[in-house]
Each structure stands twice: as structure tokens, then as C-alpha cells.
Antibody, heavy 122, light 110 residues
Framework: EVQLVESGGGLVKPGGSLRLSCAAS????????MSWVRQAPGKGLEWVGR??????????DYAAPVKGRFTISRDDSKNTLYLQMNSLKTDDTAVYYC?????????????WGHGTMVTVSS | QSVLTQPPSASGTPGQRVTISCSGS????????VNWYQQLPGTAPKLLIY???QRPSGVPDRFSGSKSGTSASLAISGLQSEDEADYYC???????????FGGGTKLTVL
């Protein structure tokens, strides 16, 4: 079964750091382009960033609001995706989903995790 | 303010056909394919339509998508109570070098 399971969410103070993890199973993780998408309470979806698969160089792209503060990485030996979040702001409060295009969907996100909640508050 | 523009709400009665619009620009919808996601309350988004008008396996043919220029639409025919959800359009944006989403449309089945 194709599955993504996020973990690592929690309560953190403004200016603090947090690392999210996303464990993947059921598909070839090494070549998968993985993304993080977040959703603030009562708001819409916001793409955070992505990391390409190994064969495509493993490079990263980020949305403007998180660039320079967030870092996406992967450990292909553990089939795990990470999101390192530094200098957190209250606006970063959201459910964070990891997602990917596991099948031939032209890059559309067809697999989503259940999400992990991050709350930035003093 | 979302890059892609959707109406905040839509509604219909069971059996009706409803459409949800998504407006963008030349850097996103105008030059890339559009995807649609359905999000039921309290759950993760689910891919509904990809590449403008393709349905993933398991998605009923009541759902259809189209694109023209810098706009796209999602149509739901034979509306059912279980279609009550939030719907989001998404596309790659060449200028922003990232995925952009619409603000979402809350569909109510009356």
C-alpha cells in the first residue's frame, strides 16, 4: 500500500525550530519528487517546497514565505523526507502535509499523508 | 491572496450540475496543466482531476475538468450529498517557480 506518514509536529515558540519527518512506503522513494504543502487553520492549501528525486539531482525549490528559513531534505536509505523549520513565525502555524506524484499523473499530487500540526505561539 | 482565483462558495441540490471556476495567468494556467483536489472535512486533500481533464482511477465520471486559456473549470454532475467538500485548483507557476493553489471553493449540497 502506498503511504506517507508525517510526524514531528507540535507547539513551538516564535523564533524556534522544529523538524518534521515523512515516512514513505509502497513506491520507489529514491526517484520520487516530494513536496510539503501546508494549510493554516480555516485557510486554503499553500505549497511550501519540494525536493527532486536522486536521478534528477535532488535539488530543492521553496515558496517565497519560507525561503531561507525552511530546508527540505531526504534520506533515501530510510525512505524518509524531512522539513527543517527555523526562525518560526506565528504565520507558520498550520497542518503540514507531505505529498508526491506516485503514479503517472503529470506531476499532480496523488498521494498525501494525514498531516502533522505545527503551532507557533508564545 | 491566492495566485489562482476561485469563488469562495458554490451550491446545488442533489442531482444538479455545478461548476467551479479557477482563474490564473499566463505563467501558471496559461502555460501549465491544472489539477483539482477535493478535501472532505477533517481529511487530507485527494486528487480529483489531473492534467486539466484526466480522472485518477476510482474517481467517478461525474467529475470532469476543462481548461481554456488562463482559466479552468471543474464540473460535477449528478450532485450527491457526499460531494460536499472544499475544492482546490492547482498548477505550476513558471514565474514563481512553484506550485500555486486557488483559495478553495466550499461546495454545499442543499
Amino acid at each position: 500500500e502506498v503511504q506517507l506518514v508525517e510526524s514531528g509536529g507540535g507547539l513551538v515558540k516564535p523564533g524556534g525550530s522544529l523538524r518534521l519527518s515523512c515516512a514513505a512506503s509502497g513506491f520507489t522513494f529514491t526517484n520520487a519528487w516530494m513536496s510539503w504543502v501546508r494549510q493554516a487553520p480555516g485557510k486554503g492549501l499553500e505549497w511550501v517546497g519540494r525536493i527532486k528525486g536522486k536521478t534528477d539531482g535532488g535539488t530543492t525549490d521553496y515558496a517565497a514565505p519560507v525561503k531561507g528559513r525552511f530546508t527540505i531534505s531526504r534520506d533515501d536509505s530510510k525512505n524518509t523526507l524531512y522539513l527543517q523549520m527555523n526562525s518560526l513565525k506565528t504565520d507558520d502555524t498550520a497542518v503540514y502535509y507531505c505529498t508526491t506524484a506516485a503514479t503517472m499523473t503529470g506531476g499532480a499530487f496523488d498521494i498525501w499523508g494525514h498531516g502533522t500540526m505545527v503551532t507557533v505561539s508564545s | 491572496q491566492s495566485v489562482l482565483t476561485q469563488p469562495p462558495s458554490a451550491s446545488g441540490t442533489p442531482g444538479q450540475r455545478v461548476t467551479i471556476s479557477c482563474s490564473g495567468s499566463s505563467s501558471n494556467i496559461g502555460s501549465n496543466t491544472v489539477n483539482w483536489y477535493q478535501q472532505l472535512p477533517g481529511t487530507a486533500p485527494k486528487l480529483l482531476i489531473y492534467s486539466n481533464n484526466q480522472r485518477p482511477s476510482g474517481v467517478p465520471d461525474r467529475f470532469s475538468g476543462s481548461k481554456s486559456g488562463t482559466s479552468a473549470s471543474l464540473a460535477i454532475s449528478g450532485l450527491q450529498s457526499e460531494d460536499e467538500a472544499d475544492y482546490y485548483c492547482g498548477a505550476w507557476d513558471d514565474s514563481l517557480n512553484g506550485v500555486v493553489f486557488g483559495g478553495g471553493t466550499k461546495l454545499t449540497v442543499l
